[in-house]
């Protein structure tokens, strides 16, 4: 009995929608464009899982030959999705030496502080919004300075105070033009 078409055809569109849809976390997030483009995204998933069970089934019956595109769609989006997971992770980056979070009502901040120099601010916010922004550090005494700052605008200040005792970097300065040592909303990040 040969492979029928429609669900070759199937495989290949529903595995396709998976993929771009995947690649929206580098956007924003994937959870943002389920609730901004769900009429789209819920026929695909339906598909897709129907084509999966689809192939699992017809290549235990009939063997990999016969279902040979239908396994190379899924078995390619296995993969990249392993690679992206790989890609996301710490594995290939320099080891962390310090990290922080500053929560607000809507986003949550947090600083990687890399042995390379390198720093990066992870933004979480409401409906699964993501976004990761790059930055340069220097360390000078108990003082942090960003040669670039992790951000797009000047919420986060050029220069950050680790105060370890607190488990803090605190982020502005008073009228004297000392560090703030005091926690209050929105003035330090917590030392993880």
Not at 104 to 110: N, S
Request: glycine share 6%; net charge positive.
């Amino acid at each position: 009995m040969k492979n029928r078409p429609i669900s070759n055809i199937i495989a290949i569109i529903s595995t396709l929608g998976i993929l771009c849809w995947i690649i929206t976390d580098f956007y924003g997030g994937m959870l943002l464009y389920f609730f901004s483009y769900g009429l789209f995204i819920i026929p695909i998933i339906i598909l897709f899982v129907v084509s999966f069970i689809d192939t699992i089934v017809s290549t235990i019956k009939r063997g990999i030959k016969d279902n040979k595109i239908k396994v190379i769609f899924h078995g390619t989006l296995l993969l990249m999705i392993v690679l992206f997971n790989v890609f996301q992770s710490d594995i290939f980056k320099s080891p962390r030496i310090l990290t922080a979070t500053l929560k607000d009502d809507l986003f949550h901040y947090t600083l990687i502080f890399r042995k390379d120099g390198t720093v990066e601010n992870e933004v979480n916010g409401i409906f699964g919004f993501q976004e990761t922004y790059s930055g340069k550090y220097s360390i000078l005494g108990d003082t942090i300075i960003f040669s670039k700052v992790p951000y797009d605008n000047d919420f986060i200040p050029k220069r950050l105070l680790i105060d370890r005792e607190q488990s803090a970097l605190f982020m502005y300065k008073d009228e004297s033009g000392n560090f703030s040592r005091k926690k209050e909303w929105l003035n330090h990040l917590e030392i993880h």
